[in-house]
């Protein structure tokens, strides 16, 4: 699959992604994608098209379960996890 491929701009400013790519970054219909320019004005689209549930244990917290209370304590004084 190629690393690239060619759009044009409309009137209004709109670019069709086309096929090759929509299938490489996995972006469907209603996806949203966000435009980020570089220092060197390369733009780079990323597509935000990750599920709540795909993030589940991400972050995960391996330690010693706490309690409410205990986390509260930990906020309080400014204590990171441990």
């Known amino acids: 699959m ?7 701009v409309t009137s209004k400013g ?5 096929r090759s790519i929509r299938e490489k970054l996995n972006i469907k219909p209603g996806d949203k994608v966000e435009f980020w320019i ?8 990323v597509p935000i098209n ?6 589940k244990g991400l972050l995960a ?9 205990e986390m509260q304590e ?7 996890a441990e």
Do not use: C, F, H
């Open 50 to 55: 990750i599920s709540i549930t795909e993030l």
């Open 74 to 80: 930990a906020i309080e004084k400014g204590d990171s």
């Open 14 to 18: 709109q670019v069709t992604l086309p």
């Open 2 to 8: 190629k690393n690239s491929a060619i759009s044009t």
């Open 61 to 69: 917290y391996s330690g010693p379960k706490k309690t409410i209370e």
């Open 38 to 45: 570089g220092p060197d004005g390369q733009v780079r689209l």
